[in-house]
């Protein structure tokens, strides 16, 4: 398996550190408000990430961080007179719901809040205060970039620039004007821990160091976020755990680009930003779910209504693939199978062994959706009642195999096929004996359960609507 590391700027063969286990840290929300379509991005990417090295035989340990103390949490708990924690509690509550209807597979999740790390932050920075990369004025703790001699191998900034373009302002208690906070002191009204330094409370970046280092070690193999990321935040993750351990902080970064509206970068400063919540008041978020993933993970992509329509409509294509499926396998029959039929076994294998090149290639989703439909395609052109139910079967595992690495196609059928058939039987019924009230009351109660009818010349077709 191949990935663009953004620390070499070039796809690189992957190699895990232990044969069977995978490392991999997200980093998480800001827990202040609902997640927003940009925020799901990566939490969506790298979740099928973890399928598909789970897929691969890996034990995948996955960590995807709550940030639950920071200005901007301190700002909404001061609006809506609350405490920070009580933010807090209630936006992961509703995180939560959202990551399940974006079928993220959260029982696998280590999720640790920064607040609950408090002991480990403050123990981290006094390693490295010892260590002579940190230095403490009036109770605030900063990190000293002059002593870091590859500080910007990530983002490739040269830090004579980075210099030369900063203005130290407020902070002329900074050594230099592009050290960064590790720990804050107490402001009035603000929630403060007890320090070596006095009250105060932990700086944005130290907290993904800490966790890291605390559930998954020294050294991991993936660390993923959005490209937004990559310079402060993840540049400044590195030049602290490396200086406080040595090692290499992370063997592979991983960056997905971010979604724009109307070619802007969605944020919630922008105030351009739509939440998850409030685009599933309209839509199945497996519809979001197919819009992120029907695109590369490191092109920019636009959002809007007009393309979670067309997003709608491909998961329809495929969800009515499914079931087609399953309908003729409920209907078909078990016999010994001839030539034609080891012949297309071996097609759908071939299916299947694009989908894995496809994914293998810096986990080209967009390409390996595309090998699901013409799967899809050649199961709906070539397999009927008559096919040996051993060849329908196959075909229907796996479909139901790479659309699981996907996460997608995991909503089993409400209403039975049969119930459907015996439902659109009586509804003709009603129609030749003229009981048209009949009629519509069966295709209505139909479409309150998501199944359109459309009358055709070859008869009644059904199909299910997101």
Same mark, same amino acid.
């Given at each position: 398996?191949?990935?663009?590391?953004?620390?070499?700027?070039?796809?690189?063969?992957?190699?895990?550190?232990?044969?069977?286990?995978?490392?991999?840290?997200?980093?998480?929300?800001?827990?202040?408000?609902?997640?927003?379509?940009?925020?799901?991005?990566?939490?969506?990417?790298?979740?099928?990430?973890?399928?598909?090295?789970?897929?691969?035989?890996?034990?995948?340990?996955?960590?995807?961080?709550?940030?639950?103390?920071?200005?901007?949490?301190?700002?909404?708990?001061?609006?809506?007179?609350?405490?920070?924690?009580?933010?807090?509690?209630?936006?992961?509550?509703?995180?939560?719901?959202?990551?399940?209807?974006?079928?993220?597979?959260?029982?696998?999740?280590?999720?640790?809040?920064?607040?609950?790390?408090?002991?480990?932050?403050?123990?981290?920075?006094?390693?490295?205060?010892?260590?002579?990369?940190?230095?403490?004025?009036?109770?605030?703790?900063?990190?000293?970039?002059?002593?870091?001699?590859?500080?910007?191998?990530?983002?490739?900034?040269?830090?004579?620039?980075?210099?030369?373009?900063?203005?130290?302002?407020?902070?002329?208690?900074?050594?230099?004007?592009?050290?960064?906070?590790?720990?804050?002191?107490?402001?009035?009204?603000?929630?403060?821990?007890?320090?070596?330094?006095?009250?105060?409370?932990?700086?944005?970046?130290?907290?993904?160091?800490?966790?890291?280092?605390?559930?998954?070690?020294?050294?991991?193999?993936?660390?993923?976020?959005?490209?937004?990321?990559?310079?402060?935040?993840?540049?400044?993750?590195?030049?602290?755990?490396?200086?406080?351990?040595?090692?290499?902080?992370?063997?592979?970064?991983?960056?997905?680009?971010?979604?724009?509206?109307?070619?802007?970068?969605?944020?919630?400063?922008?105030?351009?930003?739509?939440?998850?919540?409030?685009?599933?008041?309209?839509?199945?978020?497996?519809?979001?779910?197919?819009?992120?993933?029907?695109?590369?993970?490191?092109?920019?992509?636009?959002?809007?209504?007009?393309?979670?329509?067309?997003? #709608?409509?491909?998961?329809? $294509?495929?969800?009515?693939?499914?079931?087609?499926?399953?309908? /003729?396998? %409920?209907?078909? +029959? =078990? &016999?010994?199978?001839?030539?034609?039929?080891?012949?297309?076994?071996?097609?759908?294998?071939?299916?299947?062994?694009?989908?894995?090149?496809?994914?293998?290639?810096?986990?080209?989703?967009?390409?390996?959706?595309?090998?699901?439909?013409?799967?899809?395609?050649?199961?709906?052109?070539?397999?009927?009642?008559?096919?040996?139910?051993?060849?329908?079967?196959?075909?229907?595992?796996?479909?139901?195999?790479?659309?699981?690495?996907?996460?997608?196609?995991?909503?089993?059928?409400?209403?039975?096929?049969?119930?459907?058939?015996?439902?659109?039987? #009586?509804?003709?019924?009603? $129609?030749?004996?003229?009981?048209?009230?009949?009629?519509?009351? /069966?295709? %209505?109660?139909? +479409? =309150? &359960?998501?199944?359109?009818?459309?009358?055709?010349?070859?008869?009644?077709?059904?199909?299910?609507?997101?």
């Amino acid at each position: 398996m191949k990935l663009y590391n953004t620390l070499t700027r070039k796809k690189e063969e992957f190699n895990p550190i232990n044969k069977d286990k995978v490392t991999m840290y997200v980093c998480g929300p800001t827990v202040y408000n609902y997640i927003h379509v940009g925020n799901a991005r990566p939490l969506i990417i790298f979740d099928v990430m973890r399928r598909h090295l789970k897929s691969k035989g890996y034990n995948v340990e996955y960590l995807v961080n709550f940030t639950d103390i920071d200005d901007k949490m301190i700002t909404k708990a001061k609006e809506e007179n609350k405490t920070v924690k009580e933010i807090a509690d209630t936006f992961i509550e509703e995180y939560y719901q959202d990551a399940k209807n974006l079928h993220l597979l959260e029982g696998e999740t280590i999720h640790p809040r920064a607040t609950e790390n408090i002991v480990e932050i403050i123990e981290f920075i006094k390693e490295l205060e010892e260590k002579g990369y940190a230095y403490s004025v009036n109770g605030d703790v900063y990190f000293d970039i002059s002593k870091v001699k590859n500080y910007g191998k990530l983002s490739n900034k040269n830090i004579e620039q980075l210099e030369s373009g900063a203005r130290i302002g407020v902070n002329e208690e900074k050594r230099n004007p592009i050290d960064f906070t590790l720990w804050k002191s107490k402001k009035e009204g603000e929630p403060a821990w007890e320090s070596p330094w006095g009250e105060g409370r932990p700086g944005w970046h130290i907290e993904c160091s800490v966790m890291a280092r605390k559930y998954l070690g020294d050294t991991i193999d993936i660390h993923a976020g959005g490209h937004d990321l990559e310079f402060p935040h993840h540049e400044n993750e590195i030049a602290q755990s490396e200086s406080l351990t040595s090692k290499p902080f992370a063997n592979y970064w991983l960056h997905n680009a971010m979604i724009n509206v109307e070619d802007i970068k969605m944020s919630k400063s922008k105030a351009n930003f739509f939440t998850v919540r409030g685009v599933s008041k309209e839509y199945d978020l497996e519809v979001v779910r197919y819009f992120i993933l029907s695109s590369h993970y490191r092109s920019p992509i636009n959002f809007s209504r007009d393309i979670l329509n067309q997003s #709608k409509n491909g998961l329809e $294509r495929l969800y009515n693939g499914k079931n087609h499926l399953k309908y /003729i396998l %409920d209907n078909s +029959k =078990e &016999k010994n199978l001839q030539e034609k039929d080891n012949n297309t076994i071996d097609d759908i294998k071939e299916f299947k062994v694009k989908f894995i090149q496809s994914m293998e290639d810096d986990l080209n989703t967009a390409d390996a959706l595309s090998k699901i439909f013409e799967l899809i395609k050649y199961s709906n052109t070539n397999l009927n009642a008559d096919t040996p139910k051993e060849v329908i079967k196959f075909t229907y595992d796996i479909l139901m195999e790479l659309s699981n690495i996907m996460g997608l196609l995991y909503k089993g059928e409400e209403i039975l096929e049969e119930e459907i058939l015996n439902l659109i039987q #009586k509804r003709i019924d009603a $129609r030749n004996n003229k009981d048209y009230a009949l009629a519509d009351e /069966i295709r %209505d109660s139909l +479409k =309150e &359960k998501g199944i359109i009818l459309e009358d055709t010349k070859e008869g009644t077709k059904w199909k299910k609507q997101m």
